[in-house]
């Protein structure tokens, strides 16, 4: 079967992880992507967190998935010259500098709409125009000024980072939505646009239950949070899941840093919870059989049931859970992760054999399409594809010149 995004072309000019993470859902779903680097150093996670001397690390190649590599020195006026073949036979530009720099090579937005009106130039940046227009941003950076680090934590320790990348990769996500948007919208228009995420943005869409919170404060405490006292902001609450259905991640044994499971108490789960912890009289006692009997006692609630969890595994709680149709989830590393048959039957978890570093394990694509099978293909050697990309650009006969410049 034919991918999804097949005969689109996207020119990368991404780097680090926002981009390229969003460049390779790309990849994943069809699209021709070639990832323009510079000459003899290409993106700076090739050679970042390195396992291995002198091999791409896994930074690069768990974020470079189905890709084409290209170099071209974009100082260069031989560079700029096929700089400006690609931009006007591709479909989509994206890129992930600081502000101004695409413009500083002598593409401003309105030279590429000239060379190409289809074009779709797709921009991931820190924040948007304003005040902090002109800054630097990080993954952290990000949760740092979204909303996530102030309201992710236990109340009486500091503001805390969560392991997910959502500055980076959850960024990169909207920005696919963004580029799938643009392109729909082309098949009528005809034309192309500019299409523009800033991290902190991404993150704050994310943040929105917190803002639904803040907003809440104005009528009285929050009842569904466990903490004793609130201020004027939303505070950090553990592991409290905040929502209509309270959650909390109980210890299992044998006692590991992950032997935790995480449990939610809807209403018609609290008697049959109340009868696997061996309290059944609790489940009619009019001080516990109701959400709003327990709503200030959750705490006490968790303890119950933790314990129950402590004298048995996470995978056994969570089969007794799963009988009763209790939502549950056991706290799974990232050793459990990878190791995990299911996901590896899945596609979550694939392994993909590399030319430098052998075999590795890699995430697989989240997104599952019927007719679009999806094959994880491994992240290319810089600049591999460089004189394959100038051959179908009519320019294959001048590559040597080309290196002879120094603009590849």
Wanted: hydrophobic share 40%.
């Amino acid at each position: 079967m034919g991918k999804a995004l097949e005969g689109i072309r996207i020119l990368d000019m991404t780097h680090v992880q926002s981009g390229p993470s969003a460049t390779q859902l790309l990849a994943w779903l069809g699209a021709d992507v070639i990832k323009l680097e510079a000459p003899g150093k290409g993106d700076i996670t090739r050679s970042q967190l390195r396992d291995l001397p002198d091999v791409d690390s896994l930074y690069f190649t768990m974020l470079n998935c189905n890709k084409r590599s290209i170099t071209v020195n974009m100082k260069s006026d031989e560079g700029k010259e096929i700089f400006t073949r690609l931009a006007g036979e591709a479909d989509v530009l994206v890129e992930n500098f600081g502000p101004g720099v695409v413009d500083r090579f002598g593409f401003s937005w309105e030279r590429l709409q000239e060379l190409n009106p289809r074009l779709i130039y797709a921009s991931i940046k820190g924040f948007g125009p304003g005040r902090y227009a002109g800054f630097k941003a990080y993954e952290v950076v990000a949760q740092a000024m979204g909303g996530s680090m102030s309201t992710t934590g236990f109340d009486d320790g500091p503001p805390t980072a969560t392991g997910a990348q959502i500055g980076d990769s959850g960024t990169g996500v909207h920005l696919v939505a963004g580029i799938l948007a643009a392109l729909l919208q082309r098949t009528t228009t005809g034309r192309g646009q500019r299409v523009q995420v800033a991290m902190q943005d991404a993150v704050l869409n994310l943040c929105r239950v917190k803002l639904r919170d803040q907003q809440r404060l104005a009528h009285g405490p929050l009842g569904e949070y466990p903490n004793d006292r609130f201020g004027d902001e939303v505070p950090r609450s553990g592991n409290a899941s905040g929502g209509g259905q309270p959650g909390w991640a109980v210890k299992c044994a044998p006692g590991g840093p992950n032997d935790y499971i995480y449990v939610i108490v809807q209403p018609t789960g609290w008697g049959p919870i109340a009868k696997l912890i061996g309290r059944p009289e609790l489940a009619d006692d009019p001080q516990w059989s109701t959400p709003k009997a327990r709503l200030n006692k959750l705490d006490k609630m968790f303890a119950l049931i933790e314990e129950w969890t402590e004298k048995h595994t996470k995978w056994a709680v969570m089969e007794d859970l799963n009988a009763h149709d209790i939502p549950c989830g056991p706290i799974l590393s990232t050793r459990e992760l990878i190791e995990d048959d299911t996901l590896a039957q899945l596609g979550s978890v694939v392994e993909v054999d590399h030319p430098e570093r052998g075999a590795f394990k890699t995430v697989g694509c989240p997104i599952k399409l019927s007719d679009s099978p999806i094959d994880v293909e491994r992240s290319p050697l810089l600049g591999e594809h460089t004189d394959q990309v100038l051959a179908e650009l009519g320019l294959g006969d001048r590559a040597d010149a080309f290196r002879a410049a120094g603009a590849i």
